[in-house]
């Protein structure tokens, strides 16, 4: 069935250095991915999401590109920040199928 | 303020209880959803409606209940509660059900005991 993988608990980090974390998907219709980040006591809110046209999309200094062959979505940021710190969800959606469907999550931490 | 609002942020009640949880968004959108975040952070879809008509109904126990009134406003009911309801659900909008982005509420907790 349909289904979203990604980098699984938690990913530490020391400030400055790269982030990168995984996603691959796995379904039956050509679906639209997206990274939602969720700081802590707030709602999860749109990072990224991924174009038809092959553009690269670009949010606060992260990146992700879909790469259809290897099924993946992964998200990187060149020099990762304390703001950072949060947890990150790889979704997709298929057209009109109406739902959102969830990695575990990933849970970024950055120290000084 | 255009925004997706829930009401309770809170909600503490005991096993075998209803509780009653509201939703309105004033961003325009046809499509509102609940999704169930756990303890663990696993955020799964419940229900999705689209200009009222729901349109995702995923496994989910029959004790609940979205209700919608029009297209700004969606309700989950929960007839009597068990202990495993315990998350946060969060109630979310989009534009439309393609590959539109989602807006979240900033959820209520219910805690069974």
């Known amino acids: 069935g349909d289904s979203v993988t990604q980098t699984e608990g938690l990913v530490t980090l020391t400030e400055g250095l790269p982030v990168m974390l995984n996603c691959t998907y796995q379904?039956?219709?050509?679906?639209?991915l997206f990274w939602y980040v969720q700081h802590l006591n707030e709602a999860p809110k749109l990072l990224l999401k991924?174009?038809?046209?092959?553009k690269r999309p670009e949010h606060q200094g992260f990146h992700a590109t879909l790469h259809k062959s290897s099924s993946s979505f992964h998200l990187q940021k060149s020099s990762a920040q304390l703001s950072d710190s949060a947890l990150y969800y790889c979704a997709f959606t298929g057209a009109n199928t109406g739902k959102l469907t969830f990695g575990h999550g990933t849970i970024l931490r950055v120290h000084p | 303020e255009t925004a997706v609002f829930q009401t309770p942020n809170y909600h503490v009640t005991q096993v075998g209880n209803e509780v009653s949880f509201n939703c309105k968004q004033t961003?325009?959108?046809?499509?509102m959803y609940w999704y169930k975040q756990d303890s663990k952070k696993l955020l799964k879809i419940m229900f999705s409606?689209?200009?009222?008509?729901?349109?995702v109904n995923e496994t989910v126990p029959r004790r609940f209940s979205p209700q919608s009134s029009d297209k700004a406003h969606l309700n989950l009911r929960i007839k009597s509660v068990e202990p495993e309801d315990s998350a946060v659900y969060l109630c979310?909008?989009?534009?439309?059900?393609?590959?539109?982005?989602?807006?979240f509420g900033p959820g209520t907790r219910l805690t069974v005991l």
């Open positions: 961003l325009g959108h046809d499509t």
């Open positions: 979310a909008s989009s534009l439309g059900t393609g590959g539109y982005e989602q807006y």
């Open positions: 991924s174009f038809t046209d092959n």
């Open positions: 379904s039956t219709y050509s679906p639209f």
């Open positions: 409606y689209n200009n009222k008509q729901l349109i």
